[in-house]
């Protein structure tokens, strides 16, 4: 009777924190351990309680506790995990992990937020071990096998990650994602006409599926003028808690800093409003520090806004499409638009840059990044990194046409790729006063 007495008092306690009336919630389970301080679903819910008042480091000490007194508890320790991951602590969300399944044996609840996890972190060889050991308990589930040919694509072994791919069409001959897969490993070794077949058949399962129909224009030799959204959305989500550390640290990224030199440099005085197109996990505001003004974020990835957001820098975010958010946007609103690395996931500019011209203030300067094409190629390149490159040409051509007074590039090496730098260059582009 005790026992359900306590499980009555959570629930409630749980509505409250649900109602956001999170001082009474507190006052209550305060109140519920000094009459069962061993229970450990007090602490579990305590996690939901700190979760809830954005105190990540109270709410992972919570669930150890939880775990403390209830090792083989699962669903605890997937929160722990997750709470983990939530709070960039990657490698111990992953050794986390290999401990819940030591404690509690291999299960598919457990196995699934392991590589998660591991696959944020960009943790491949991890996320394989985990995803092979679930494999092993649901053989023929597709979303696995799918999710294993990916992996080992990351971790380059194409041979094995096609092997994956053809099982999982074996058991689910119409699993879209199976044969879109297959299709990107045979552009990959040069069989276009298996990329083609593929692709056709996807678009035909699949008919208003924006990415495969794009990979399919792609695959046919066309230069789609735009990325889909939800591939834009699927991308950044997937490595939002990674994204700095491996873009900035391994890959020596440093446009969002040279940005906010040249910002600084023309506003010496910091102050200036500032529009950041595809924000990302906040790196222009992060480099730039405080200053004078609004600093609005424009992005399409919810989990990058969150990253974001953690800065405390940003005044407020809009989750929408760029081009949306430049053609809704009244004129003459911002002294400074940025575009780091963001240009190469649009294409065609023809409308961003007349209405980026047309959002800022006279006298205003739109500052952006992208990767160059090669001098024999055409003004706009869909390279096979799903990534657009511009003529610097065409760039000057549209920022003139828009009505910008003066338009200056500067070369640059945008980051790290394969080993290479990958050249670039900025584009600043002047509002006449």
């Known amino acids: 009777m005790a026992n359900d007495f306590i499980k009555a008092q959570l629930l409630e306690v749980s509505q409250k924190i649900d109602r956001d009336e999170l001082k009474d919630a507190a006052t209550r389970l305060n ?10 679903r007090l602490y579990f819910v305590a996690a939901s309680l700190a979760r809830k008042a954005n105190n990540p480091i109270a709410g992972i000490e919570s669930l150890e506790r939880a775990l403390d007194l209830a090792p083989t508890w699962v669903e605890a320790h997937i929160e722990h995990i997750r709470a983990l991951s939530q709070h960039r602590q990657s490698q111990l969300a992953i050794d986390a992990g290999n401990e819940a399944l030591t404690l509690c044996g291999d299960s598919l609840p457990l196995l699934e937020i392991c590589s998660a ?34 992996c080992a694509r990351q971790l380059g072994e194409r041979e094995r990650a ?111 409003g500032l529009l950041d197109l595809g924000s990302g996990t906040g790196l ?30 940003y005044h407020r975010f809009h989750q929408v499409n760029l081009l949306d958010a430049l053609a809704a946007t009244p004129p003459e609103q911002y002294d400074v638009i940025t575009a780091a690395d963001v240009f190469i996931y649009v294409g065609d500019l023809s409308t961003a840059i007349p209405d980026a011209y047309k959002v800022l203030r006279p006298g205003g300067m739109l500052l952006f990044s992208c990767e160059s094409t090669q001098e024999d190629e055409p003004d706009l390149v869909l390279r096979a990194s799903q990534r657009y ?40 582009a002047e509002r006449a006063l």
């Open 31 to 40: 109140a519920l351990a000094k009459s069962a301080p061993n229970d450990a």
């Open 117 to 150: 996890v591991a696959e944020q972190a960009r943790n491949f060889t991890a996320q394989e071990a985990f995803l092979v050991r679930a494999l092993v308990l649901a053989p023929r589930r597709v979303d696995i096998l799918n999710s294993l040919g990916v």
């Open 162 to 272: 096609e092997q994956h791919f053809l099982r999982a069409r074996e058991f689910a001959p119409g699993n879209v994602l199976a044969i879109a897969n297959l299709a990107a490993m045979a552009e990959e070794r040069g069989d276009v006409e298996s990329a083609a077949r593929d692709l056709a058949l996807a678009r035909k399962l699949a008919p208003d599926d924006e990415i495969i129909a794009f990979n399919a224009g792609a695959a046919a030799g066309q230069t789609p003028s735009k990325m889909p959204n939800a591939l834009v959305v699927s991308m950044f989500d997937r490595h939002a808690e990674s994204f700095d550390r491996h873009l900035v640290g391994q890959l020596a990224y440093s446009v969002p800093r040279r940005l906010a030199e040249i910002i600084v440099e023309r506003h010496p005085d910091r102050t200036f």
């Open 284 to 313: 222009v505001g992060v480099y730039l520090g405080a200053f004078n003004g609004a600093l609005v974020g424009v992005e399409l990835s919810g989990k990058m806004i969150e990253q974001a957001a953690k800065h405390g820098l």
């Open 389 to 428: 490159a511009h003529s610097d040409q065409s760039i000057r051509n549209l920022c003139s046409a828009a009505g910008f007074s003066t338009v200056t590039f500067e070369s640059v090496d945008l980051r790290s790729e394969g080993g290479l730098p990958l050249s670039g260059f900025i584009c600043r």
